[in-house]
């Protein structure tokens, strides 16, 4: 098992920036790693994810503004957003597919203000 904790969620206005981290309780260095955002009565949606490789997918919504990369010595993921916009306002969850089996964190509330 891993336990993966969010952070740097937060406020910020239409243009901002923020930078997520997930830090992981173990290794996560052969794991594909993610970012995923739900808000209220809506399904969790997929942001960015990326490959014990680096290699990294985004959402369309996100491309050009978001970058997820990892730093596998710290066990940590991170996630810089960037032109921020008020439909990014969600709850930002990490995700470790851990060989098929799925481990969230508890979330970052993420709240950006036109």
């Known amino acids: 098992q891993v336990q993966l904790v969010e952070s740097g969620g937060g406020f910020v206005q239409a243009g901002g920036s923020l930078r997520l981290s997930c830090a992981a309780s173990?290794?996560?260095?052969?794991?594909?790693m993610g970012w995923y955002r739900q808000t209220p009565g809506k399904q969790r949606d997929l942001v960015a994810t990326?490959?014990?490789?680096?290699?990294?997918n985004y959402a369309d919504s996100v491309k050009g503004r978001c970058t997820i990369s990892r730093d596998n010595a710290k066990n940590t993921v991170y996630l810089q957003m960037n032109s921020l916009k008020p439909e990014d306002t969600a709850v930002y969850y990490c995700?470790?597919?851990?060989?098929?089996?799925?481990?969230w964190g508890q979330g970052t509330q993420v709240t950006v203000s036109s």
């Open positions: 995700n470790a597919n851990r060989w098929g089996v799925l481990y």
């Open positions: 990326i490959t014990s490789g680096g290699n990294a």
């Open positions: 173990g290794s996560i260095s052969n794991n594909v």
